[in-house]
């Protein structure tokens, strides 16, 4: 590729004087070994001219305009103005011509390279010592990029030291050793636990025995129960009275209805509280 490796981009008007100077400033640039891209010398026969105009633009180092009152008015010229701006390529204007501010397109030019420093190659300037200021900005540029990519450089170094050295931890400082929670401090033992001694190593005391044991509780009810019983005694003994003299008479004749309808009254009148005897009768 023609295009790759080339230092210069120089952009420029079509007049004739112009095109004189430039060729001019190419050889003499390129006597200092600094490479420029030049269209007239590097758009060879049959290839787009637009797309070759591009990649140089993409590919060089540095622009170079040649602004005269014929470039600030050319479409083509601005474009790649404005396309190197775009790629953020430094700019280094040549003065070819005075009068180019004057117009609208001017000042748009103007405002493109003003942060720029001009280099003057008008007709009454010296073209010599304009010519030494220019080599020792563009050589100034290449050394700003070599001594970046070396800074770069050493920068990643440090940077790749910094990834394998492993962070050192605070404890590290305290105890000469790397630190890790499984592992001691450096001369230190760590004491055994020892049992908690008080009042709850002391044995405890057995409960004591319930006062009341089951034997005890069964009399209890027993005699509880019995006194229940005897405050109905009366009334079942009777009870029992009647239901013996029923006994008695059902097992003596159990075919006599009167005998059994009167022990059927006088028990009525037993459970009325009726005197025996009265029942009876």
Known sequence: DCVAGKDVFVSYGREESVKKFVRKLKLDLE????????DVEDIHAGTEWPKEIGI??????????????????SQYCKSELYVARSYKKPIF?????DGWRESDDGEGVNFMIAAANWAFFRPDDDYGASLQRLVEGLKGLERGKELRS????????IKKEQGTKKEQDPMDSLTGQPF???????????????????????????????????????????????KKKC????????????????????????????????????SLAILKGQDESTAID
Request: glycine share 4%.
């Open 56 to 73: 140089a633009l993409r590919e060089c180092k540095a622009l170079i305009p040649v602004v005269t009152k014929k470039y600030v008015s």
């Open 93 to 97: 204007p040549v003065i070819h011509e």
């Open 150 to 157: 070396s800074l770069e450089g050493s920068g990643n170094e």
């Open 180 to 226: 890790s929670p499984d592992s001691k401090p450096h001369n230190q033992t760590w004491a055994e636990p020892t049992p908690p001694t008080g009042l709850l190593d002391e044995p405890r005391p057995k409960p004591a025995a319930p006062t009341t044991s089951c034997a005890t509780a069964d009399h209890k009810y027993e005699t509880t129960t019995r």
């Open 31 to 38: 006597t200092q070994q600094i490479s420029v891209w030049l």
């Open 231 to 266: 405050s109905i005694d009366p009334q079942c003994r009777q009870f029992i009275r009647l239901i013996l003299k029923l006994s008695s008479i059902l097992s003596r004749d159990p075919e006599s209805d009167a005998l059994v309808l009167g022990r059927m009254k006088l």
